[in-house]
């Protein structure tokens, strides 16, 4: 029996397919490799040129780092031994399986390598070799010179004939990301270390407002020992740089991302690296890393301590970004109150201000910015909009906008808020009706185009319960309105057009029922508004009592269930009038008395103070109900940084709560 010898043979397209072109999914993570070469030679600055041919496109791609080059030896023995095990000393470093700088291959046909040492001396060796796309594999011209001056010690790789690379802004700003994401673990870790693409460093460090680390070493669990670091970045991660928010790295480099559900920030960055990832990286077991329990276990303990530093930051965040909100301009609540009313507002709003702030980080906005959102977040709870505001402003979770519709529902604080909101609106309007209907500009108001429109949306200063029926409208159509309001069949218009009075016409038609059982079950007001100029005299009241005796004596109106009020309204009473309406056993301003019919004359001042007496009213029991209810038992329990930190200013009473 004879025995044959038979080396193995292996083809080129090994080399540069299976351990290049398809090894690699990305041009950036065949830079990544060659990026993880340099830092394992000792380099503290890898450098990425794209060189440019006259048409615009790449001529050719430059990676050069400052390490410490590679000797002939280093080329006979390492280089070029396809898979040699990691050197002794390289127990931090990426380097697992020899095969790392074939990832050329992915970028480029042919690569021109040139690596610098230092001689005795003071000189330096140069070594120069080529890789070419189908070449036999076999062996490499090496061309070694001694004593060359001028050199920097380190390793150059110029690849040509690029496959796809982009050489334009856009090309190289999502190389940039791609290359910020795999190693944003390894250059917060080493700040000495910098990567530059056409000049620009990939700082990450830039970005970082703040971080902490934490150790995941939980007994026997299967990954061993674990490293978090916590990153808080100045503003919103980028999802072109860092597509999940979770990070799990081998000494540094990302191998694999998850995304975070419920981040404690949007601008919160995870980065985890452990020893028992290295291994799995080490086994090649990295694309499977998501089948492997010892990982399952190590992603549990990192969502669980995520979850605790969420917890925490948000306690801290509360209280900076709130005291922080409060000092400046257009902050709502600057003046200390202890009105209840708006303490109670004022708790509710800055709950809301954190909530967008979690969601939208007011503090990267600029001050013009928060200024105009400030504005709009209280004019959002003012107007019965808060819930709307909150889901497309901030864009909560479902989650958060039901816990604040518990809130709002579970305290009334909403209600009393509007309700005071209202008051003031109202309180608003009437001291802009004193100043129209007795200052000079009321000696210019006209009064079926200014003032009639004026007052007409704004009925309740008559009384709360009434409500508009009809406007500068004909008897006709309040005929036909009072019989739709009394339950009354309608009347055809022929017999209603040969009545003179039907086509008086009264300014305002309010009307009021009472559901519960009462008698009489409605109540109409006819309201004759007069400008300010007219004083109120025999020739109103023959006008109103034309109304109140139409009303009184017509057919046409229900004269069982409805009772009616007239009334005369200007800024001035003439004296007969006046006495009239005074008399001892009369209500003040009652003219005339046909039973469910009353005609009276008021003077803008006196419907003013009035309607101003009911609001002061109405607002002091909204401060007693507010001071009963404080800021409610549901917002301390869910809240209580921001009430604590109210306690704290002495703008609530803790003796309240």
């Known amino acids: 029996m004879a025995l044959v010898e038979l080396p193995f043979e292996w083809e080129a397209r090994l080399r540069e397919e299976q351990l290049g072109l398809r090894k690699y999914p990305t041009n ?150 791609d290359l910020s994401s795999q190693f944003c673990g390894y250059l917060l870790g080493n700040e000495s270390k910098q990567i530059l693409v056409q000049g620009r ?27 978090i670091r916590h990153i808080l970045l100045k503003k919103s991660v980028d999802s072109t740089r860092f597509p999940r928010q979770l990070l799990f790295a081998s000494k540094g480099r990302t191998i694999t991302d998850l995304e975070l559900t419920d981040a404690p920030a949007p601008s919160y960055l995870a980065i985890v690296d452990s020893t028992y990832l290295d291994r799995i990286v080490s086994a090649d077991r990295a694309a499977l890393v998501e089948l492997d329990d010892g990982f399952h276990a190590l992603k549990a303990d990192t969502l669980s301590a995520v979850a605790r530093f969420s917890s925490k930051i948000k306690d801290i965040r509360e209280r900076t970004f709130i005291e922080r909100a409060r000092q400046q301009d257009f902050y709502p609540y600057r003046v200390p109150t202890s009105d209840p009313v708006t303490i109670a507002e004022q708790a509710l709003y800055d709950v809301v201000l954190e909530k967008v702030h979690e969601n939208v980080r007011l503090d990267s906005m600029t001050k013009k910015q928060q200024a105009v959102l400030f504005h709009l977040l209280q004019r959002a709870m003012a107007n019965q909009d808060l819930l709307g505001i909150l889901e497309q402003v901030a864009q909560l979770s479902e989650t958060d906008i039901e816990q604040f519709r518990r809130v709002l529902e579970y305290t009334t604080l909403d209600s009393i808020i509007r309700l005071s909101s209202e008051v003031t609106a109202r309180l608003h309007f009437l001291a802009v009706l004193q100043e129209l209907t007795y200052a000079d500009v009321s000696k210019h108001l006209k009064e079926r185009s200014q003032l009639h429109k004026i007052v007409e949306p704004h009925c309740w200063i008559f009384g709360a319960r009434f409500h508009l029926a009809s406007s500068d409208r004909s008897f006709r159509t309040v005929i036909q309105r009072h019989r739709v309001e009394a339950g009354l069949g309608e009347i055809a218009e022929p017999s209603l057009s040969n009545t003179t009075e039907a086509r008086d016409i009264p300014d305002l038609f309010l009307a009021a029922r009472r559901e519960y059982p009462a008698f009489p079950k409605h109540h109409h007001v006819l309201v004759e508004l007069k400008s300010p100029s007219v004083t109120l005299s025999e020739k109103e009241r023959s006008q109103a009592k034309r109304y109140a005796l139409r009303v009184k004596e017509s057919h046409e109106f229900d004269q069982q269930q409805t009772e009616w009020d007239v009334f005369l309204v200007s800024s001035c009473v003439a004296k007969d009038l006046d006495s009239e309406r005074k008399q001892d056993k009369k209500p003040f301003g009652q003219l005339l008395d046909f039973g469910t019919v009353r005609v009276w004359a008021f003077s803008w001042g006196e419907i003013i103070d009035r309607a101003r007496d009911e609001m002061a009213l109405v607002r002091e029991h909204l401060k007693r109900r507010s001071i009963e209810l404080s800021v409610s038992d549901y917002l301390k329990k869910n809240f209580p940084n921001i009430l604590d930190n109210l306690v704290q200013k002495g703008w609530v009473d803790p003796q309240a709560m």
């Not at 060189?51 to 990676?63: H, R």
């Open 28 to 177: 950036s993570r065949a830079f990544g490799e060659l990026i993880t070469n340099g830092f394992d030679a000792g380099a503290s600055k890898i450098d990425i040129l794209i060189e440019k041919n006259e048409i615009g496109g790449v001529g050719a791609v430059v990676v050069e780092d400052n390490g410490k080059g590679m000797t002939l030896g280093d080329i006979q023995m390492r280089f070029m031994r396809v898979g040699v095990e990691p050197a002794a000393d390289s127990g931090t470093r990426f380097g697992r399986f020899g095969v790392g700088r074939f990832a050329v291959f992915r970028i480029g046909q042919a690569s021109d390598w040139t690596t610098v040492t230092p001689a005795p001396g003071g000189l330096f060796k140069r070594c120069t070799f080529t890789l070419v796309t189908g070449a036999t594999g076999k062996t490499v011209t090496i061309n070694e010179e001694t004593g060359v001056d001028g050199l920097r010690v380190g390793t150059r790789v110029r690849i040509r004939d690029v496959h796809d690379l982009r050489p334009d802004a856009a090309g190289i700003s999502q190389l940039m990301n």
């Open 201 to 227: 460093p990939i700082d990450v460090c830039e970005v970082v407002e703040s971080q902490e680390q934490e150790q995941l070493a939980e007994p026997g669990k299967p990954y061993g020992q674990a490293t």
